[in-house]
């Protein structure tokens, strides 16, 4: 069975860029579907940020494309997302996934392989 990690700070000032890592174990990341980074911040729903397939193809949630970057290692079987120019607006608990294409963008956290989330939040 799949399982994923969030890792990376907790506490990231403003204007910084954040940084986090989702390391895989139980299956590749070469795998073709859709390896996710979700958010949910405080008392709101599910924002999907993007995805990296396990073709390498990228694809970015049209209202955040312009500070996001997903990449990969696949030599440590790990995806990254970098959030640059933070607020606080972005303090949320990230979480990566990985999700079938018809799973990704759904509202709840039921679908998929999910890690446990990882609190960020942005303040000086």
């Known amino acids: 069975q799949v399982q994923l990690q969030e890792s990376g700070p907790g506490l990231v000032k403003p204007s910084q860029t954040l940084s986090l890592t989702c390391t895989v174990s139980?299956?590749?990341?070469?795998?073709?579907?859709?390896w996710s980074w979700i958010r949910q911040p405080p008392g709101k729903g599910l924002e999907w940020i993007g995805y990296i397939a396990g073709s390498g193809i990228t694809y970015y949630s049209p209202s955040l494309k312009s500070r996001t970057s997903i990449s990969r290692d696949t030599s440590k079987n790990q995806f990254s997302l970098q959030l640059s120019s933070v607020t606080p607006e972005d303090t949320a608990v990230y979480y990566c996934?990985?999700?079938?294409?018809?799973?990704?963008?759904?509202?709840?956290?039921?679908?998929?392989?999910w890690g446990q989330g990882t609190q960020v939040t942005v303040s000086s």
């Open positions: 139980g299956g590749s990341i070469t795998t073709n579907v859709y």
């Open positions: 996934a990985r999700v079938s294409p018809t799973q990704y963008g759904s509202r709840s956290r039921s679908w998929g392989s």
